[in-house]
Nanobody, 124 residues
């Protein structure tokens, strides 16, 4: 059974940092594209960041560029999202995703696997 399990969410003050982790099990995701999405209350889920299977390509939504960094450790089957300079508007449930097609991740459609989500709350 394939599982993506996120951790690392929590409550932080504006300007602070958090590091999210997504541990994958049930298969090896080293050749897959991994991504992070978020959904704020009353809003649609949005793409945040993606990393290619090699780690050589990383994509970010404009609102997090320069503040968030996505990375992966294939040996641990884990992907990370380092979030710095957090803002109240970053408050959302953050989801990890995996797909064999990079376009599915960047478009947020037909994604094969989703995690259950982890709450990030940034206070002002």
């Amino acid at each position: 059974q394939v599982q993506l399990v996120e951790s690392g969410g929590g409550l932080v003050q504006a300007g602070g940092s958090l590091r999210l982790s997504c541990a994958a099990s049930g298969r090896t995701f080293s050749s897959w594209t991994m991504g992070w999405f978020r959904q704020a209350p009353g809003k649609e889920r949005e793409f945040v960041a993606a990393i290619s299977w090699s780690g050589g390509r990383k994509d970010y939504v404009d609102s997090v560029k320069g503040r968030f960094t996505i990375s992966k450790d294939n040996a641990k089957n884990t992907v990370y999202l380092q979030m710095n300079s957090l803002k109240p508007e970053d408050t959302a449930v953050y989801y990890c995703a995996a797909d064999s097609r990079a376009s599915h991740i960047t478009r947020g459609t037909n994604i094969d696997y989703w995690g259950q989500g982890t709450q990030v709350t940034v206070s002002s």
